[in-house]
């Protein structure tokens, strides 16, 4: 969306005046006489901050909330709905952070105990607390909320429990089901307790509280008056589990001709019981759509012993084979083809020499077959590409995987999200996979590996970094040259959370670079947009790239405002984006870097799927589709995510 369109948008100055009377939020009291078991997040109380001093708020601010406050206790229709929607009641401040809890040990006591009862409580999405029990839906919205709301039901969290009645609790087995059920993109913040009036020497009683996400998502972008992206989605479908997901842009503009004006992605997955997940996708945009279904059970704890998956799909491209001309538009070609994936893992626990512990280790064996059909491969003019060599046929890929993994989980609160629990992964991983390409053209060797690890703490911070190579050697070569190859490196890091007064903020740092290494012709990555490198980057044109090195920079200040359940934080950003269109590939350095400088706001709210709401104002010095390089936009992406240290299926890095 342009800059200049927003200073005439009544949306905005309404947004404004809220935001103008937006209040200081703080935490509910917590009041162990009334809470459920103590949680092991519990805070001393020295770590609590002072109640903000009212002599340095605002007065104008305080004036108009006191009368605000006042005429909602009117028994007026205004009266009563100013009292549904805001919530004028002082609390204290929220924890602004915690000692890093570890998740290994904190039941080790229990284990090996005959789990004799589990007392599931999913609580709704609006208007409850796992530290409070007192705490109920009060206002309008909450109840409002809640009615739309369906709650997740028994046996979706069942499902995702490493313990059943009747069977020995294993080590960690508490632990990790906590950790698990906050995973799980229904569900908000888990506790997994002991019942400790009722636990005997040998037997236990296991508490499961939950709370949710209002599941329902759907927005609007808008890039221009005539052009944006539609979504629809619901993360927790008739509160089992299933997962809708629908977007749609509308209004694409190329300077190619007949170029497809409109994208649909969406894709609908169901879980199962232990684990195992079944998707089916479907893909259409601007020369590429794909359709496809999968069913897998990934390592998703430490404990987990196999995993693998099968999948099923087609692909239909438009594929470009060397760049234009200057002043020329792309030539596509045609290609279609299937894959079908599927693959299988066995994870070998460690001998442990200390009795009282588990070796966290692992060693994991994984194997996987790879079979592509090709229906439809580019047949260009030998003057439209002088150095074609065809490289698309049928083959079989078979590939071997051995890796090592150790894998902890840390909790903790404002990471991310204001307040709530968060898991924090940390370990290592190394690995190296071999395989071979079979084919009637072309024996290839598959050689790969990755290294990667992770610390973190609550006084130094986060950081991760990760190294992926991967190639395919030409066996019938002379020379066994080198083909398909990829270079993949990673650097995620976070600091520690700083404080001023009520305020807090954090500083955020990552870096992703993809190296082509004699690709073939037709293979390109997805841009530089978004997720890919500049957020919020619209070029005017399609930018295709063969290597890309991205270097994102964001500030994130979190304020202790409150607007209608959503938190307030404001963000900086600076990114930039270094690339090369060359054939086969290269070093990205061969130019100068596309960049990207804004401000905004961040909307949080814990309560919804759809958590995170931006507001963002960006200048582009180079390649966007506005004159004065300005551009203000939503946006729900968040910066960084973590990168787990659990094996998956053995092959190539993500071209993409």
Avoid: C
Wanted: zero cysteines; aromatic letters at 14%; charged letters at 20%.
């Amino acid at each position: 969306m342009r800059f200049r369109g927003w200073f005439s948008s009544p949306w905005l100055w309404g947004l404004l005046l809220l935001a103008g009377l937006a209040r200081p939020a703080r935490a509910q009291t917590f009041d162990p006489r009334s809470a459920v078991p103590p949680d092991s997040l519990k805070a001393s109380a020295e770590l609590l901050p002072a109640r903000p001093d009212s002599l340095r708020e605002r007065f104008d601010q305080q004036r108009v909330l006191n009368r605000l406050q006042a005429y909602s206790r009117r028994k007026t229709i205004m009266g009563k709905a100013l009292s549904g929607v805001f919530n004028f009641t002082r609390r204290q401040q929220e924890e602004a952070g915690l000692d890093v809890v570890l998740l290994d040990r904190q039941f080790d006591r229990h284990s090996y105990k005959i789990v004799r009862r589990i007392d599931i409580r999913p609580l709704d999405a609006f208007g409850y607390s796992l530290t409070d029990s007192t705490r109920h839906p009060r206002t309008l919205l909450d109840k409002a909320g809640n009615g739309l709301h369906i709650k997740t039901s028994r046996a979706r969290i069942r499902q995702v429990l490493l313990f059943r009645p009747g069977q020995q609790l294993e080590p960690q087995a508490l632990a990790e089901s906590e950790r698990l059920l906050r995973q799980t993109p229904e569900i908000l913040d888990a506790r997994v307790l002991v019942n400790e009036r009722t636990t005997s020497r040998d037997s236990v009683d296991i508490v499961v509280l939950t709370t949710d996400v209002f599941s329902i998502t759907a927005g609007l972008e808008l890039g221009t008056a005539t052009a944006g992206v539609v979504t629809f989605g619901d993360e927790n479908f008739l509160g089992l589990g299933h997962q809708l997901e629908n977007a749609y842009r509308y209004g694409r503009t190329f300077d190619e001709p007949g170029a497809q004006t409109w994208a649909y992605d969406g894709s609908y997955t169901a879980p199962f019981r232990h684990f195992f997940y079944a998707q089916a996708r479907y893909r259409n945009e601007y020369n590429f759509s794909s359709a496809g279904a999968s069913l897998r059970r990934d390592f998703y704890s430490p404990t987990t012993r196999y995993a693998g998956s099968l999948s099923l799909d087609h692909y239909a491209k438009e594929v470009a084979l060397a760049p234009p001309p200057p002043g020329e538009f792309y030539k596509f070609y045609p290609l279609v083809y299937n894959v079908q994936d599927a693959w299988l893992g066995r994870a070998l626990r460690l001998r442990s020499y200390d009795l009282g512990y588990e070796n966290p280790g692992r060693i994991i064996v994984a194997a996987r077959v790879f079979n592509t059909q090709y229906q439809r491969v580019p047949k260009p003019l030998p003057v439209d590409v002088p150095d074609y060599r065809n490289g698309f046929y049928n083959g079989t890929q078979l590939l071997g995987t051995v890796g090592y993994s150790v894998r902890r989980y840390y909790k903790d609160k404002y990471l991310f999200g204001f307040g709530r629990t968060e898991d924090v992964p940390t370990g290592t991983l190394v690995s190296f996979t071999a395989g071979y390409d079979v084919n009637s053209v072309q024996a290839r060797r598959y050689l790969g590996g990755r290294v990667a690890a992770a610390a973190f703490s609550a006084r130094s911070g986060y950081l991760y970094a990760g190294i992926d190579l991967a190639g395919y050697q030409l066996l019938n070569d002379d020379n066994h040259r080198w083909d398909q190859g990829l270079l993949s490196t990673e650097l995620t890091s976070f600091t520690r959370l700083y404080h001023v007064g009520n305020w807090q903020y954090r500083h955020f740092l990552s870096s992703r670079a993809v190296i082509g290494l004699n690709r073939r012709p037709g293979d390109q990555l997805l841009g530089i947009t978004n997720q890919y490198g500049l957020r919020g980057f619209a070029p005017a044109n399609p930018i295709r790239a063969t290597s890309r090195f991205i270097i994102n920079y964001e500030t994130t200040l979190f304020t202790p405002l409150s607007l209608l359940g959503f938190r307030l934080a404001g963000i900086a950003f600076a990114d930039a984006a270094w690339i090369t269109d060359r054939p086969g590939g290269g070093s990205p350095f061969t130019g100068a870097p596309y960049t990207g400088f804004g401000l905004g706001l961040r909307f949080r709210n814990e309560f919804t799927v759809l958590r995170t709401f931006q507001l963002l104002l960006g200048y582009y010095p180079r390649g966007l589709n506005a004159a004065n390089g300005i551009r203000m936009y939503e946006s729900t992406r968040e910066t960084v995510s973590f990168s787990d240290f659990g094996l998956g299926a053995p092959g190539v890095p993500a071209y993409q």
